[in-house]
T-cell receptor, first 102, second 125 residues
Framework: QLTQSPSFLSASVGDRVTMTCRAS??????LAWYQQKPGKAPSLLIY???TLHSGVPSRFSGGGAGTEFTLTISSLQPEDFATYYC???????FGGGTKVEI | QVQLVQSGAEVQRPGASVKVSCRAS????????ITWVRQAPGQGLEYMGW????????SYAQNFQDRVTMTTDTSTNTAYMELRSLTSDDTAVYYC??????????????????WGQGTLITVSS
């Protein structure tokens, strides 16, 4: 089980934002983060908890291990307003998502 | 470039079955697994399972084990997901995605790096 918080996050362009994903049991660093925009398929941002997927801007960063993980956007850009999901890479469930809104 | 193209939207009756296709191009289809994920209207992502085109191995999420079948046809580079005994709760967008190995610090990770465009399945009488 993965629990994401907050469910909704209000922010402005240029803000630094951080969201959390908590696992019900330790999963080492077997975690991925995805971004999903309305009406579109998710896209991979990060795997192994902190490794940026090819082509993902460096303002995105992931951290954590065990049961607590974070996704940080260092300076929010207009195209970053979306919903973010974590996924456990052992048994593959998703968290409930964090929607980043203006 | 890697592409996954899914079949079109469908409306099905309660109790019926649906089979969604996902045609892959731009990479060696046989060596990457295909994952299926669904998303009910206004809801989050729900993992359904994955299937290997290489050896036919499957792994289904517990919620779907009794009524889902995932297959592949390597002659046409197409993956299929069949869901049976549909109810209104199965109304959702269904996505296929490539499950690819990424290596970091001597471990292998299998995130979903390319996704299909999604197929809306509506279950209604």
């Amino acid at each position: 089980q993965l629990t994401q918080s907050p469910s909704f996050l209000s922010a402005s362009v240029g803000d630094r934002v951080t969201m959390t994903c908590r696992a019900s049991q330790g999963i080492s660093n077997f975690l991925a983060w995805y971004q999903q925009k309305p009406g579109k398929a998710p896209s991979l941002l990060i795997y192994a908890a902190s490794t940026l997927h090819s082509g993902v801007p460096s303002r995105f960063s992931g951290g954590g291990a065990g049961t607590e993980f974070t996704l940080t956007i260092s300076s929010l850009q207009p195209e970053d307003f979306a919903t973010y999901y974590c996924q456990q890479l052992n048994t593959y469930p998703f968290g409930g998502g964090t929607k980043v809104e203006i | 470039q890697v592409q996954l193209v899914q079949s079109g939207a469908e409306v099905q009756r309660p109790g019926a079955s649906v089979k969604v296709s996902c045609r892959a191009s731009g990479y060696n289809f046989v060596i990457y697994d295909i994952t299926w994920v669904r998303q009910a209207p206004g809801q989050g992502l729900e993992y359904m399972g994955w299937n290997s085109p290489y050896n036919g191995l499957t792994s289904y999420a517990q919620n779907f084990q009794d009524r889902v079948t995932m297959t592949t046809d390597t002659s046409t580079n197409t993956a299929y997901m069949e869901l049976r005994s549909l109810t209104s709760d199965d109304t959702a967008v269904y996505y296929c995605a490539r499950r690819a190995p990424y290596y970091y610090d001597s471990s292998a990770y299998y995130p979903n790096d390319y996704w299909g465009q999604g197929t809306l399945i509506t279950v209604s009488s």
